[in-house]
């Protein structure tokens, strides 16, 4: 029997009105039976085109951007060990991220750290996607795993300036490693690894398509799956656009007890250690600066009108602490200083970064003037009382910065304050906003940044010390790491 004939015999059993049934019954039976279509995400050459630029910049903040920073606060006869500290810091870094940095920080696996089924970037091709923060946009996977590179590279090489001037490099050699490892990567694995938007998108999409009861329930059970498979930190609510905790909460917690167990500098309250060139320190400051438009407006992950909001904080958050630090240090010693002013900037850069795609303009530049007076507190009064010697100021300006920022911006979100809310990706809509609960979520992701990296850091430190010893010999100190450790001159005279 043909096709034709076929049909013809079903239409004459069925009758006119069985058809007729039939048919209205198929749209009805399609809804039941096939999930909702979705969309393949797009890839968008401009997105593709910033986030290459962002990349690039974020490089530049680190080298040579901290590095001359860096190298301009301590004392001639360390310049170039600062140098290399930095510079040995990228290079590690980079090596590790790529074996399995990447895997560890961004699949799934558990709330706490990821798994290796991305180790040596596995499965990675030109034609892998990321997803960014808006349904049906993204971005190549391998520009969103370097610029995640250039995250974890800066961090550790933040730490260095803590305890410059007097570790040894291989004790450094060895340190950076097991940081990144054991605390880096499941700290940014806890704040910032999730499902992404298109995957609870079609989750949300399918529960609202479910028909009966057993199908709903099917459909919830994915949802709070896809919600479930991410970090920590993140399931609690709190947000960090660019890295409040993962970047400066995390590093200069572990910078400050890196200070704590080398000791103090050799002279250091009896003898002048004053910068040797604030001339090179300024151009460093400003190149952090221009790379931290890459650092923040980048975290948009979109050529968008996020990105445009979170430079538009990045530039007032910044003046306003440096005006802030520059005003207070002026009524209090007297004369306003360059490396006040630089250390202001640095300052609002580290506040407003948690904040940058949350807060409204307004908000940043309140924010940015709290930062510049209360880190030029800890930085001068406090650290002057506890006796502590963080060289580079690493956890006054990055540690007590980082948690001004994260916790404010928990306040500073709220559309009431013109901030930009909180997407809820089941609805597609802003959340309402709820202080308590976003405040205490903020809190407690600062706590628990602390005591990872604290706790953490205390332990490698106790490691690498027993391995190959944490600090040169006090007459090494004297002559300066420069020669000592690497053999050379920053300077010839």
């Given at each position: 029997?043909?096709?034709?004939?076929?049909?013809?015999?079903?239409?004459?059993?069925?009758?006119?009105?069985?058809?007729?049934?039939?048919?209205?019954?198929?749209?009805?039976?399609?809804?039941?039976?096939?999930?909702?279509?979705?969309?393949?995400?797009?890839?968008?050459?401009?997105?593709?085109?910033?986030?290459?630029?962002?990349?690039?910049?974020?490089?530049?903040?680190?080298?040579?951007?901290?590095?001359?920073?860096?190298?301009?606060?301590?004392?001639?006869?360390?310049?170039?060990?600062?140098?290399?500290?930095?510079?040995?810091?990228?290079?590690?870094?980079?090596?590790?991220?790529?074996?399995?940095?990447?895997?560890?920080?961004?699949?799934?696996?558990?709330?706490?750290?990821?798994?290796?089924?991305?180790?040596?970037?596995?499965?990675?091709?030109?034609?892998?996607?990321?997803?960014?923060?808006?349904?049906?946009?993204?971005?190549?996977?391998?520009?969103?795993?370097?610029?995640?590179?250039?995250?974890?590279?800066?961090?550790?090489?933040?730490?260095?300036?803590?305890?410059?001037?007097?570790?040894?490099?291989?004790?450094?050699?060895?340190?950076?490693?097991?940081?990144?490892?054991?605390?880096?990567?499941?700290?940014?694995?806890?704040?910032?690894?999730?499902?992404?938007?298109?995957?609870?998108?079609?989750?949300?999409?399918?529960?609202?398509?479910?028909?009966?009861?057993?199908?709903?329930?099917?459909?919830?059970?994915?949802?709070?799956?896809?919600?479930?498979?991410?970090?920590?930190?993140?399931?609690?609510?709190?947000?960090?656009?660019?890295?409040?905790?993962?970047?400066?909460?995390?590093?200069?917690?572990?910078?400050?007890?890196?200070?704590?167990?080398?000791?103090?500098?050799?002279?250091?309250?009896?003898?002048?250690?004053?910068?040797?060139?604030?001339?090179?320190?300024?151009?460093?400051?400003?190149?952090?600066?221009?790379?931290?438009?890459?650092?923040?407006?980048?975290?948009?992950?979109?050529?968008?009108?996020?990105?445009?909001?979170?430079?538009?904080?990045?530039?007032?958050?910044?003046?306003?602490?440096?005006?802030?630090?520059?005003?207070?240090?002026?009524?209090?010693?007297?004369?306003?200083?360059?490396?006040?002013?630089?250390?202001?900037?640095?300052?609002?850069?580290?506040?407003?970064?948690?904040?940058?795609?949350?807060?409204?303009?307004?908000?940043?530049?309140?924010?940015?003037?709290?930062?510049?007076?209360?880190?030029?507190?800890?930085?001068?009064?406090?650290?002057?009382?506890?006796?502590?010697?963080?060289?580079?100021?690493?956890?006054?300006?990055?540690?007590?910065?980082?948690?001004?920022?994260?916790?404010?911006?928990?306040?500073?979100?709220?559309?009431?304050?013109?901030?930009?809310?909180?997407?809820?990706?089941?609805?597609?809509?802003?959340?309402e906003y709820a202080f308590g609960t976003q405040v205490w979520a903020q809190i407690?992701?600062?706590?628990?940044?602390?005591?990872?990296?604290?706790?953490?850091?205390?332990?490698?430190?106790?490691?690498?010390?027993?391995?190959?010893?944490?600090?040169?010999?006090?007459?090494?100190?004297?002559?300066?790491?420069?020669?000592?450790?690497?053999?050379?001159?920053?300077?010839?005279?």
């Amino acid at each position: 029997m043909t096709f034709k004939s076929h049909r013809a015999g079903l239409v004459a059993s069925l009758g006119l009105a069985g058809l007729a049934a039939l048919l209205l019954a198929l749209p009805a039976l399609a809804q039941t039976s096939a999930p909702p279509a979705v969309a393949e995400p797009v890839v968008n050459k401009g997105d593709t085109a910033w986030m290459l630029s962002a990349t690039v910049l974020v490089l530049l903040m680190t080298i040579p951007g901290l590095a001359l920073f860096y190298g301009g606060l301590v004392r001639s006869k360390n310049m170039l060990s600062v140098l290399m500290h930095v510079f040995y810091t990228v290079c590690i870094v980079v090596v590790i991220w790529a074996v399995y940095g990447y895997s560890l920080t961004f699949t799934g696996g558990s709330s706490i750290i990821g798994g290796f089924s991305k180790a040596f970037l596995a499965g990675v091709t030109p034609d892998s996607k990321a997803a960014t923060f808006s349904v049906g946009v993204a971005i190549p996977e391998y520009v969103y795993i370097a610029f995640q590179m250039t995250f974890a590279a800066i961090t550790p090489a933040l730490i260095v300036g803590a305890f410059a001037e007097r570790i040894r490099f291989s004790a450094l050699a060895l340190f950076v490693p097991l940081w990144v490892t054991f605390v880096y990567f499941p700290i940014a694995h806890m704040v910032w690894y999730w499902a992404g938007p298109d995957a609870i998108d079609a989750a949300a999409k399918a529960l609202a398509a479910a028909s009966d009861e057993a199908a709903k329930a099917a459909a919830q059970a994915k949802l709070d799956e896809v919600n479930a498979d991410s970090g920590l930190i993140f399931q609690w609510g709190a947000i960090d656009f660019a890295g409040g905790t993962v970047v400066h909460i995390n590093a200069g917690i572990a910078g400050l007890v890196g200070a704590l167990m080398i000791g103090k500098r050799v002279g250091y309250g009896r003898e002048l250690m004053s910068p040797h060139s604030l001339t090179l320190s300024m151009v460093g400051a400003s190149l952090l600066w221009v790379g931290w438009f890459g650092f923040n407006a980048g975290s948009n992950l979109e050529a968008s009108g996020g990105a445009v909001l979170a430079m538009v904080n990045s530039f007032v958050a910044t003046a306003a602490a440096a005006l802030s630090w520059m005003f207070v240090e002026w009524g209090a010693k007297g004369k306003p200083s360059l490396l006040g002013v630089l250390s202001g900037a640095i300052a609002g850069l580290v506040a407003v970064t948690p904040a940058s795609g949350f807060a409204g303009p307004m908000g940043a530049l309140v924010l940015g003037l709290i930062a510049g007076a209360v880190c030029f507190f800890f930085c001068t009064t406090v650290k002057n009382a506890l006796g502590y010697d963080d060289s580079l100021d690493v956890f006054g300006v990055h540690c007590v910065g980082g948690i001004i920022g994260a916790i404010l911006t928990g306040v500073l979100v709220n559309p009431a304050l013109g901030g930009a809310g909180i997407i809820d990706y089941t609805t597609g809509k802003i959340a309402e906003y709820a202080f308590g609960t976003q405040v205490w979520a903020q809190i407690k992701a600062v706590l628990l940044t602390l005591a990872w990296s604290g706790l953490g850091s205390a332990i490698l430190y106790k490691v690498v010390d027993l391995a190959v010893g944490l600090r040169v010999k006090a007459e090494q100190e004297r002559e300066g790491l420069d020669l000592t450790e690497h053999g050379e001159r920053a300077y010839t005279t």
